[in-house]
Every structure is written in C-alpha cells, then in structure tokens.
C-alpha cells in the first residue's frame, strides 16, 4: 500500500491487465454496434432513396400526368401510338385480391388464435405453433406453383371458369399464406391479456365463448387489428404468388373469376421487358415507391395498435 | 331442481342451465378447432400432392444434374448450387450486421425517439414488398454501385431484405438471458461490453443460431429479389461441380428455377417443375424444422 499524498494531488492508477490497446478495440466494437444499430434506419432510407431515384426523372416528364397515373385504367406501356401509365386497374386488382384473401383468412387466422390460445392444451399448441411455423416458412414462389397447378385446376373442376388463374385463385393463395402470420401475431394478443381478466369471468359465470366475445376480444383488440393489418401488409406486398395465380389481365375484375393483375405481380412481370431509363421503366419504379408508401402506411398503423396495446 | 336432491359428497348440480352452457361451450370448441385443422390440412395435402406428382423425377440423378434440351429433361444442379452460392453470401453480409444491430438494440438501447425509430426502420424494413427490394437491388447495386447483374448484387439484395430476421430473433435471444447475469457480471467490474461477450453470449448463441438459420430458410426461397439483380433463366455450369460460379457471374437459383420451368418452358415434362418445388419446399422445410429442433433442445437444456 502507498501512502496517501499529502498535498491534493491525485494518484494515477491503471487496472491491471487492461492495456489501452484492448480499451481502444472496444470503443471502435462498440461503434460498430451502434453503427449496425442504426443500420435499419439507413437501409429503409436507402430503400427510398434509390428506387425513387430511378422513378424521379418521369415526373418532370411533360407527358407525364399524376392523375392519369393513378386513376386510369388505361395501361398500355408498350403500345405504339398511345403510349399509357394508368394504375388503376392494378390497384384495384391489388385491393381486391387482399380484400378476398382477407376475408378468408381473418375469420379463419383468429379463430384459429382463439383456439390456440384458450382451447388447446399444452403439448397440442406446441405442435400446431410449430405447424404455423411451418406453413409461413413455405417461399412464396412454391404458394404460386400450387395455385397455377393444384388450385386452378380444382377452380376450374369446381366452377366451370374458362380458366384457373384468376383472382379467387390468388385470394385463396394469399389467405393461406397470411394466416400464419395472423394466427401467430393474434395469439400473442391473446396472451397479453392477463389471466385474471379470464378469472373474473368465469367467477361471473360466464361461459367460454362469453368470456371470448365480451372480456378477450375487447380486451386484445389493438393486438388482433395489429395482426389482420401485418396480414394486409403481407398479402398487398406478395408478389410471385400473385404473379403465377391470378392470370394476365390488366383491367377492373367483374367476378372473383376474372383474371388480374396486381401493382406487384405487374413490376414482375414487365420489369425484366422495360429498357433501363425508359419512360416505362421508371413508371415501374414509380409503382414502386407507390407500394414502398401503402405497405410503410399498413405496417406503421400496425405498430401503432401494437404500442397501444403495450401501453395498457 | 331442488337443492335437497343432492346426494352427499356431490358439490354442483347438472341443471339444464348449465347443461346448455357446457353444450355451447364443446360447440364453440369444435368450430375453432376446425378452423385450425382447416389451415392445417391444405398443407398436409399440398405436401402430400407435390411428392406424388413429383415422383417420377425424385432421384439423387435430378439433383445433381444439369437442365438438358431447354430444361425439358435433366437435373437442377446448376439452380441448386446457385441457392447456396446466394445464401451464404447473404448470410456473411447479414448475419454480422443483424446480430450486432441486436445488441445494439438489446444491450444498448435506451427508450428514447432515436432507438424508437430504430424499432419502426426494422419492422418497416420486414413490411417491405420483396418486389420493392428487388427495385433496390436493381437501383442500388446493379446500377449505382455497378455491380451488373451478378450474384454479389442479388445476394446484397437478400441480405437486406433478410435482416429484420436475424435482428427479431436474436434480440430474442438476447432478451431471454436474465438481467441478473448481467447485473451480477458488472457488480464484479466488467464493462458493458465485457458482460456481452462473457456472459450474454455464451447464453444466447443458440437462440442467435435459430434466428441465422430461419434467415438461410428465408434467403432459399425468395424469388422476386434475385430476379432483377443477378438470377437468370439459364446458366451453363458443369455437372456435379461445386464452386462453379464466380462472385460477378450470374446464377440461376432454385426459386427461380420453379419459376421458370412452370411458367416459361412450354412442354416440360409434368414432373420436372414438381420435383423442382419439392426439393425446393423440402430444403426449406429442413432448416425450418433444424431450427425448431435446436430451439427445443435448447428449452430443455435451459437451467434459469
């Protein structure tokens, strides 16, 4: 032990085995992490920035107009004469095979939670979690191989429909494949209500299914909207099962047995024609940016009911 | 019902009320419980479909084949290898980023707006249409960072788009070791980042390796990305070999190898694009279920 100084002077000490050289490694890790940290933000960004750059040039051009762009239905990019951009029958074809997926899959994605969550016993949801798992790691190009060959075949045994690949065909791929995805995220609703909310119903005597519709579901309402929009996000964004199931027909469907084409599937599919720097390569961008927006728009609400909830 | 008509011993009496209640109750039991088989049973059958219609072509020869006569006849291999090509390329991009961005977000993070926007970009970054990204990878990497078409700028493109799944799962992983580990390591004098090396990580590395895995599962099958960025129809690549492409080449790849000879090849022969999609879904399937399996291994290992 060295004596304590006199005067008011302070004693250096070093930490053993510190060197200022392992010090100096973990400063620069530590801002490499916090870099990696905010990688997030910047990749979103650049999302933005680049697939926006490519479609900015269009909407200087004089020919271009806003309003043709997203309320005509007149899409003919590759047209000798009458060269036209309107999106609107590729919107529509978006919204409705997410609202037919949608209605398909929320009843039967939340019931399916309820079940999970308040029914089933402990080793039967270990394995129907596992299942849903499963069911959501199957790439979405398989999804649109089983509604070009399975699905239509059986739409068009079923239904008589000159063709297979239509917008019930899409509907009923997309629901398969957004109900994983409502399931898991309703369910972890379900559980974020507290026991003994489940508790003082019963203690009122209240049935299951009473507790269910008047105690649960009220309570876990921001988690279950949350979870029907991450599917609306899923199915709005889906592309290669919407390219092979939903056939080739850029114009307002009269029936869930016409063909469409989605704001996705339509990048797909003329992306790989348009030249690069071409009036109709950047409008494909500009759809682009048009999906970047609706999808960021759905997913934030999401967020938003998902923090509601929490705050409760 | 009269209440003297209980028989010592029995506590509650069945009345028709109750009686009704308990009917509903089975009921609503059922309906649910259909509803769930009802999602499990498309997969099962599909399953069961594609390996039946599949059979024909199922051999070790389809795998390790190269597409003959305009992918009409032969094997996948040049797709397949091109699949791992990809997802090890993506997964050495992603993989450090992502972990170290959720320990960043775990271990470092305060609650504050910066770190709620961090939380937004990620959730935003997994909401984003894969075709968006695609337009990325083609704006981004093929064009501005000139990459061409090649398999760097398609694996770039999949590495950012997978990352939101490493980030989720290994901040998981993260947020399940007790904060009293940690609260014990810095009461002996470790710094923060002494803690997270020493003890955070030994006790997470497996739940990080279920996230790694899940991102390879998701890298296989994405097509959209790689469509525009360095994927192609066909690529001539020899037989049965190996590291048979170069950084810049391009590839074909599994996913978009399904794509094509479904949806592009006239008169392929019915069972190529089912064997296709079924080694594809198995491949998929396979690290999926490796990851579940490690995740409940580790659950039972587990000692806090």
């Not at chain 1, 409705?96 to 999970?116: D, H, S």
């Not at chain 1, 988690?223 to 996000?233: E, N, T, W």
């Not at chain 2, 909401?127 to 090649?150: C, D, E, R």
């Not at chain 2, 739940?207 to 066909?234: C, D, H, K, N, W």
Request: charged fraction near 15%.
């Amino acid at each position: 032990m060295t004596a304590i100084p006199a005067s008011g002077e302070r004693v250096r000490t070093r930490l053993p085995g510190r060197k200022p050289l392992v010090i100096l490694g973990e400063r620069a890790l530590e801002i490499l992490i916090r870099l990696s940290g905010f990688s997030a933000i910047f990749f979103v960004l650049a999302i933005f920035f680049f697939v926006f750059r490519e479609a900015a040039p269009v909407l200087f051009d004089a020919e271009f107009d806003a309003k043709e762009f997203l309320f005509s239905t007149e899409w003919y990019p590759t047209s000798e004469r009458n060269v036209r951009y309107g999106t609107w029958a590729l919107t529509f074809g978006s919204v409705a095979v997410t609202a037919l997926a949608m209605v398909i899959a929320v009843p039967f994605g939340l019931g399916a939670a309820i079940y999970i969550s308040e029914f089933s016993g402990k080793k039967q949801k270990e394995i129907l979690k596992i299942v849903i798992e499963l069911l959501a790691a199957i790439p979405s190009v398989v999804w649109g191989f089983i509604g070009l060959t399975v699905m239509s075949k059986l739409i068009v045994d079923l239904t008589g429909a000159p063709v297979g690949v239509n917008l019930l065909n899409g509907g009923i791929i997309l629901a398969l494949m957004s109900i994983p995805i409502i399931v898991s995220i309703g369910e972890d609703a379900l559980k974020a209500v507290p026991d003994s909310f489940r508790e003082a119903a019963e203690a009122l005597g209240a049935t299951k299914l009473q507790m269910i519709r008047r105690v649960l579901l009220p309570a876990a309402r921001n988690g279950l909207l949350a979870a029907v929009l991450l599917g609306v996000g899923r199915a709005v964004g889906e592309t290669m099962a919407v390219l092979m199931a939903t056939g080739h027909a850029v114009r307002i469907p009269h029936g869930p047995l016409d063909s469409v084409r989605t704001l996705t599937a339509n990048i797909a599919a003329e992306l790989g024609e348009a030249a690069a720097g071409s009036p109709h390569y950047r409008v494909l961008f500009l759809t682009g940016v048009l999906l970047f927006v609706i999808t960021f728009v759905v997913n934030l609400t999401a967020d938003m009911a998902i923090r509601g909830l929490r705050r409760k | 019902m009269t209440v003297a008509a209980i028989e010592p011993g029995k506590r509650f009496v069945r009345t028709r009320h109750v009686a009704r209640k308990e009917r509903q109750q089975s009921v609503a039991k059922w309906i649910f419980f259909s509803m769930t088989v009802a999602m499990i049973i498309p997969l099962v059958a599909i399953v069961a479909y594609l390996l039946w219609k599949a059979a024909p072509s199922l051999n070790w020869q389809f795998l390790v084949d190269v597409p003959k006569r305009g992918m009409r006849e032969g094997g996948i291999w040049p797709a397949f290898t091109g699949t791992l090509y990809l997802v090890v390329i993506s997964l050495a991009v992603s993989a450090p980023i992502g972990v170290l961005a959720a320990i960043y977000l775990n271990e470092y993070a305060k609650d504050n707006w910066l770190n709620r926007l961090i939380n937004l970009a990620v959730i935003n970054l997994a909401g984003v249409p894969s075709i968006v990204h695609a337009l990325f990878g083609l704006g981004a990497f093929v064009y501005a960072a000139k990459l061409g078409y090649s398999i760097l700028s398609a694996s770039l493109t999949l590495a950012i788009m997978t990352l939101p799944v490493i980030i989720a799962s290994t901040r998981e992983a993260l947020a399940s070791v007790p904060m009293s580990f940690r609260e014990a390591c810095w009461n002996v004098g470790a710094t923060r980042w002494q803690t997270i090396r020493s003890i955070v990580l030994p006790n997470s590395i497996s739940g990080i390796l279920t996230g790694v895995i899940l991102q390879v599962s998701r890298a296989a099958g994405e097509t959209a990305p790689i469509m525009f960025t360095g994927a192609v129809f066909f690529k001539a690549v020899e037989k049965g070999k190996l590291f048979s492409y170069g950084l810049d080449d391009q590839c074909m790849a599994l996913s978009m190898h399904l794509y094509t000879v479904s949806t592009q090849v006239p008169n392929v022969k019915e069972s190529i694009p089912f064997a296709t999609a079924v080694v594809l879904l198995g491949t998929v399937l396979l690290v999926n279920v490796s990851a579940i399996g490690l995740r409940v291994w580790l659950r039972n290992r587990k000692k806090w």
